[in-house]
């Protein structure tokens, strides 16, 4: 396999850009909106003690988003919520006004008639969108890209929306989705934000940090060290710049430090960070990874600029990385829970797995301070979303990892 490329963050600053909008304060306002769905429960977080022992580590935690509003995917939690955020602004009401109930009554209906709401995905996002949508009595339109499961696509179908695979990468359906939004009047649901285009996406961060809520209220509640690292996926970066901004909001100097993982074939976000310059690079072409849902070659600007002057490393790997978490969290060591966790969703246990056996990456373990008094939190953000591939990859061993690191 294709070497694991990494680099230490240069662009890192004591005081960068604001994460206010990921306070405290805000996100529980999010986390209030998200409990009033009758799907609404915490999703585990698992303290993996067998495996952080084989490790050398002292604490090894795993968020499993598979049990996330039956979806199997934490991707709902920013499509409902920048939803609501829109619906709210459009009856110029906040958002603690329209709970779930509120949301599907038809006075609510009434006032805000039909919105069309559209979205590029690889699956786990469209799926959240559709889903969504049809919960609040509206139409979604969604576009896949070249390649995308048919399993995923049917289950976007399946929740009542008009979905196709195009022909196009995703870079290129997300800016289908943008043409055709503003020739039918639709509304753009998208995690990537492009100049003229934040406000939405910065609300779908919101969503996310949900995540980072409950980790923190359930590391004090079972009265567990919080992380001194955490090892984020990205794919367009909201999601590793939500979690990266909540902790970083929460917790002040003493937040953990945060490495930023991807597919070698779209690490845009590494691309970025090797430039050294501040600004955001883009990977083009077509992006065959099995992290389907981290195949996005544009950053999305609001989370590069947090991973930008936050983050610790960021890590570029090949898809063997991936499968060698979802093996590892399919089967695990002794007592610990089993996690199953998705092509994109396992790619950082995979990498923390090899950073602590493999001394052709001792660099990046020292320079990361990663030892025995480390306490690392990984989010497995997918279940078995394409269940064939999940089997042929941990049943069959598809993607073995080779010493060629």
Sequence with gaps: MNKIAWVENKMKKAIGVSTDFLSEDEIKRAKAFHKSFPEYAETPLRKLDNLAEYLGLGSVYIKDESYRFGLNAFKVLG??????????????????????????????????????FVTATDGNHGRAVAWAARQFKQKAVVYMPKGSSKTRLQNIQAEGAEASITDLNYDEAVRLAADNAKKFGWVVIQDTAWEGYEEIPAWIMQGYGTIAEEVLSQLKEHNWQKPTHIFLQAGVGSFAGSIAGCFISQLGEVRPKISVVEPDIADCIYQSAIANDGQPRIVTGDMHTIMVGLA????????????????????????????????????PLGNDSKVVSGESGAVAAGLISLLMKDEALLPARKALGLDQNSSVLIISTEGDTDPEKYRRIVWDGEYPVTNNI
Excluded: H
């Design 79 to 116: 499509a409902s919520y920048a939803m609501a955020k829109y619906i709210a602004k459009c009856l110029q009401v906040d958002i603690s006004e329209l709970d779930f109930p509120t949301l599907q009554s038809p006075e609510i209906r009434a006032k805000l008639g039909e919105i069309t």
């Design 296 to 331: 996005c070659g544009e950053p999305n600007s609001i989370g590069w600029e947090i991973l930008r002057d936050y983050s610790e490393s960021f890590f570029s790997c090949p898809d063997e990385v991936s499968a060698k978490g979802m093996r590892l969290l399919g089967n």
